[in-house]
């Protein structure tokens, strides 16, 4: 008989596209096991009106999922890792797997350049970090907020709502987009458009003292993204130490 483990995520179709490609992982290396999708909202996804910026600190996504693990209402939680506080939550521990692209995309519907963008055009974007970089390419252009799942993002900017989104590149991929439109898709590079710490990473969250579940999920982890999610989130950590005492 197989055991059961219950797996959290969000219910938006990336994070059940997300926990879906984790889940197919770990069934190739332990067909003992029967993996129960358990999905659930968050702050974040109630809240559709609010900017992120001003919703509250890291965790709007990932708290309700944290708190489930805590109570063994679930055995290992899925999530995005920039989602999570920086602070690690006492009584669980993260694994990573290996990191997807972690770079932003510019999607437009109409030209092929950043450049033919027309002045002042209206840019949909739910992240402070990728207004300022997008005002250092192109100061005229105007960043607005949008709260959409990625689908309602793209379907607005079909319907004329915006003139151009900012995605991240890993959630495209995760969700085999084919661009079936034909919009015209700007890959940024680190050299012009830096990432969010840990984008492109997933976390697979559980408690420290499941010995089980942490040997099951250190089966698909990545030694390379292990490192570098260190080395990030530690900068970020004395990055934002820095801020608060100057």
């Known amino acids: 008989m197989k ?10 179709p990336l994070a059940i596209a997300q926990t879906n490609i984790v889940v197919g992982a770990l069934t190739k290396i332990a067909p ?12 974040g996804d109630r809240d559709k009106q609010t900017p992120l ?7 709007v996504f990932a708290d309700e999922l944290s708190s489930a693990i805590l109570a063994k209402e679930l055995d290992f939680a899925v999530h ?28 437009i519907r109409e030209g092929k350049t950043l450049e033919q963008l027309p002045v002042a055009a209206l840019i949909g974007t739910s992240s402070f970090r990728r207004e300022v970089e997008l005002l250092q390419l192109r100061p ?32 495209l991929n995760r969700l085999g987009w084919q661009n079936p ?12 458009f830096i990432p ?12 420290q003292s499941d010995h089980t579940t ?28 820095k801020k608060r005492w100057c």
């Open 80 to 107: 995005s890792l920039k989602d999570l506080p920086i602070k690690q939550t006492e009584g669980l521990t993260v694994v990573y797997p290996k990191r997807e692209n972690p770079f932003d995309s510019l999607i």
């Open 196 to 207: 969010s710490a840990g984008q492109g990473t997933l976390a697979l969250e559980c408690r």
């Open 53 to 59: 910026s001003e919703l509250g600190p890291q965790g």
């Open 32 to 43: 003992g096991y029967q993996f129960e999708l358990i999905l659930m909202g968050t702050l």
């Open 181 to 192: 439109r034909h919009f015209s898709v700007i890959n940024f590079d680190q050299h012009t």
């Open 3 to 12: 055991k059961k483990v219950r797996v959290g995520t969000r219910n938006s």
């Open 214 to 241: 942490q040997t099951l999920l250190r089966n698909i982890a990545d030694g390379d993204t292990m490192t570098c999610m260190a080395v990030e989130r530690s900068f970020l950590v004395a990055y934002l130490m």
């Open 140 to 171: 005229d252009l105007r960043p607005a907020p949008i709260r959409e799942n990625i689908d309602q993002r793209l379907e607005q900017l079909n319907q004329g709502g915006f003139a151009g989104i900012i995605l991240a590149n890993a959630g």
